[in-house]
Structure formats: structure tokens, C-alpha cells
């Protein structure tokens, strides 16, 4: 079956604009995770779901930042008036249900979109 | 707060040669640990976890890592790499807040 899909791969845009990454998330997972990764940087958590539990948004850096997910499937990443500190790698990964548990449940990632912020 | 640290940025070595690549948590409980692998232009792969029990765990593509308590490591290791291995290796802790937090990385190259 598909995988995590994230469109789109490529975003350039100018600083101040607004921009929305799309996640589609495996069909049937019920966890969805955005993580960003900079440049010489790890992996950084931005905001969870899972299943119709309020969201985590520990991890959003600013107010900038927001995500949505539609019918417990696809997710959108909101970021407004882009900074050029925004430029990163946004990931997207989904699972069965939250790792956490005791079954582990792998966390699939997708290619993730590459947005500069001139 | 919770971090790992992968003290090699950067790791060459001979196709054929083993390898092993450092991973130092910081977390105050018993740490989930993960470490994945992401290829030029792929997503992040998972190589292998340590939740509980054995603390050599075994992974795909011939990895392997063990965790070790007393030197809050989880070092990833294989005898033998091949040219494929090649990529951006990432050691990462889960807590219990329901995320991951990632170490930098480590970019791995295979020399013929």
C-alpha cells in the first residue's frame, strides 16, 4: 500500500507570505506527528494527533505556526508570515496509534517538503 | 528536558569494515530508544528500538544496538558495511510527552 505522502516536495517562498504543507498520513493510522528538520540540526517535534483527542501542540515554536487534521486523516501544516528561520525539512509521520503504548507501533515517515524562505 | 546527543557528525569507512556509531541520552526515566536511518531522498526509516528486556536488540539490515544504563548510551553497531549503508543515521529517545526528540545525525560514508 501507499505510504506517507507530503506535498509539496519543493516550496520556495517570500518572506511574509503564508504557506500550507500537506501530509496524507497511511490509511487507517490513527496518529499523525509533524516534525521539522534544519539544517545540521536533529529532528524537532512540532505537534501530535491522534485519533479525536486534542491535539499536542507542545512543540509549535510560535503562534506562526498551526496544523489541522481533516476527518482523522489528512493533515495541513499552516505557517504565516513565513521568517526565513523557517527554512527547514517539515516531516510527517503517521501510526496505528500513539507509540507510546506498549506495542510499540512504528512511526512511518513521508519524503518530507523542503521550504526556503527568501 | 529530555535531549541525545550523536557526538560524530561526520563517519568514513571502508566497505566491509564494522561500524559503530555513539548515541548519549539524557532522560530521567527508563528512555524508549529508536534509531533510524534516512537515504538521500527518502524518509526516515526505523532500524531498530529498545523498550525493555534484552538490552541487545537487533535490527534490519544486519544493525544491531545495545543499551547501556550506566553510560546512558545506545550505540548502533554492524560488523561488516556495505556501499548501501551510506546515509544519515539519528538516535532518538521517546518520553512521555508523545514525542521523539533526535539527535543531530550522523552522516555516514562508505569508501570502496
Known amino acids: 500500500g501507499a505510504g506517507v505522502s507530503q506535498s509539496p516536495s519543493n516550496k520556495v517562498t ?9 501530509c496524507d498520513p497511511i490509511s487507517g493510522h490513527t496518529a499523525l506527528y509533524w516534525y521539522r528538520q534544519s539544517l545540521g540540526q536533529g529532528l524537532e517535534f512540532l505537534i501530535y494527533f491522534q485519533g479525536n483527542s486534542a491535539p499536542d501542540k507542545s512543540g509549535l515554536p510560535s503562534d506562526r505556526f498551526s496544523a489541522e487534521r481533516t476527518g482523522g486523516s489528512v493533515s495541513t501544516l499552516t505557517i504565516q508570515r513565513t521568517q526565513q528561520e523557517d527554512s527547514a525539512v517539515y516531516l510527517c509521520a503517521s501510526s496505528l496509534r500513539d507509540w507510546k503504548w506498549s506495542s510499540y507501533n512504528e512511526q512511518f515517515f513521508g519524503p518530507g ?3 526556503t524562505v527568501l | 528536558a529530555q535531549s541525545v546527543t550523536q557526538p560524530d557528525i561526520h ?19 527508563t528512555p524508549y530508544l529508536f534509531w533510524y536511518v534516512q537515504s538521500p531522498g527518502q524518509g526516515l526509516q526505523l532500524l531498530l528500538k529498545y523498550f525493555s528486556g534484552d538490552t541487545l536488540v537487533q535490527g ?14 545506545f ?3 554492524k560488523p561488516s558495511v556495505h556501499w548501501s549503508d551510506a546515509a544519515e543515521y539519528f538516535c532518538a529517545v521517546g518520553t512521555n510527552n508523545n514525542d521523539m526528540r533526535f539527535g543531530a545525525g550522523t552522516r555516514l560514508t562508505v569508501k570502496p
Request: positive net charge; glycine residues 8%; charged residues 35%.
Open chain 2, 75 to 77: 550505540n548502533l553497531r
Open chain 2, 60 to 73: 534490519i539490515k544486519g544493525f544491531e544496538a545495545e543499551f547501556k544504563r550506566s553510560q546512558s548510551s
Open chain 1, 14 to 22: 517570500e518572506k511574509g507570505k503564508d504557506v500550507e504543507l500537506r
Open chain 2, 11 to 29: 563517519i568514513t569507512v571502508s566497505e566491509g569494515a564494522s561500524l559503530e556509531l555513539r548515541c548519549n541520552y539524557s532522560y530521567g526515566a
Open chain 1, 113 to 115: 517538503t523542503r521550504l
